[in-house]
Nanobody, 126 residues
Framework: QVQLAESGGGLVQAGGSLRLSCATS????????MGWFRQAPGLEREFVSA????????YYGDSVKGRFTVSRDRAKNMLYLQMENLKPEDTAVYYC???????????????????WGQGTQVTVSS
């Protein structure tokens, strides 16, 4: 089975930057999309970004557009999220996710993704 492992979280001051990484291991699935979501205490899991591994098309949530950049390294089976100009409201646990096989769910929905990492904490101080 495929496994996802996030890393790169930490504590940063507002205005700072972090790069999250997601390592993929195990079998390869036919799904095209990999995504980043985040969840703050007491809130629902929120879409952050996604990338289509076939077309390299990218998608972003409104709250992170212009500040976050998603990318992947196919050779290394890695997914990245470069986060710039971080704000206290970006504080959350960040998860990477993989679409297992093609489905018609929205790329912005957690329902599209069948495999999730364990998450990495990002804390932005004001």
């Amino acid at each position: 089975q495929v496994q996802l492992a996030e890393s790169g979280g930490g504590l940063v001051q507002a205005g700072g930057s972090l790069r999250l990484s997601c390592a993929t291991s195990g079998r390869t699935f036919s799904g095209f999309y990999m995504g980043w979501f985040r969840q703050a205490p007491g809130l629902e899991r929120e879409f952050v970004s996604a990338i289509n591994r076939a077309t390299a098309n990218t998608y972003y949530g409104d709250s992170v557009k212009g500040r976050f950049t998603v990318s992947r390294d196919r050779a290394k089976n890695m997914l990245y999220l470069q986060m710039e100009n971080l704000k206290p409201e970006d504080t959350a646990v960040y998860y990477c996710a993989q679409e297992v096989s093609f489905n018609s769910e929205s790329v912005y929905s957690t329902n599209k993704y069948g495999v999730w990492g364990q998450g990495t904490q990002v804390t932005v101080s004001s």
